[in-house]
């Protein structure tokens, strides 16, 4: 009877060993965004500087900051969406700064419906955060030429197009035309981690449930 019983023990027991791996890799998993989630909004909320005269994105990524300037009236507008207003565009402009660099802003969102409507900022201070978005891969198509829209915001392409620095800053104040700011933060970063690691502590509570259930049927057969 014992002989019978060895081969399904083992198979429960390594089953919910490799279940319980799992749930303690999301649970690593875990404690690692959040450290990510923390770092950002801590260098998020630092006192803003004056723009970098080189940014780097190791360094500076993130990095609040404060610019005045003119918009130079030339923008991109980037395809997205948002949960709380639908389909809209990113508002990327030019931005010229009183030192004379130009530099991309992104504005934030406007609606769909809206993309039509005159822009008029001109002169405009601001603050906001350094970005590197990593938005483009294989997938993602080229900018349509008939209706100019983009899909991703790729800041050396978008850069070229424009005439300016690969420097890209995310308004987090407003700068009119019916804009609004799309500040960086933390809370379109997915963390389901916890989610996870109870899925699979889950599973190997239930694998090991069935194991139970199947040694004690093979007992019983065999009695």
Do not use: C
Request: net charge negative; glycine share 10%.
């Amino acid at each position: 009877m014992i002989r019978r019983m060895i081969l399904p023990l083992l198979f429960g027991l390594i089953g919910a060993a490799i279940l319980v791996s799992l749930g303690l890799w999301q649970v690593q998993r875990l404690q690692w965004k959040e450290g990510v989630l923390a770092d950002i909004e801590a260098r998020v909320a630092a006192p803003p500087v004056t723009l970098p005269e080189a940014p780097e994105a190791a360094r500076d990524r993130y990095l609040p900051v404060t610019v005045s300037g003119r918009f130079t009236g030339e923008h991109i507008d980037v395809l997205t969406s948002r949960k709380d207003r639908g389909a809209g565009y990113r508002v990327i402009s030019a931005f010229e700064t009183d030192e004379g660099r130009r530099i991309l802003i992104d504005r934030g969102f406007l609606p769909q419906e809206d993309r039509g409507l005159p822009r008029t900022a001109v002169g405009a201070g601001l603050t906001g955060n350094l970005a590197w978005p990593a938005e483009v891969d294989s997938f993602t198509p080229s900018p349509d030429p008939v209706s100019g829209i983009w899909f991703a915001r790729d800041v050396p392409a978008m850069a070229e197009a424009l005439s300016t620095e690969p420097v890209l800053v995310v308004a987090a104040t407003p700068t009119g035309d019916g804009i609004d700011p799309w500040p960086i933060g933390t809370e379109g970063i997915p963390n389901d981690h916890l989610g996870y690691a109870v899925t699979w502590f889950s599973l190997a509570v239930l694998w090991l449930g069935m194991t139970v259930l199947l040694l004690w049927r093979i007992r019983r057969r065999m009695e």
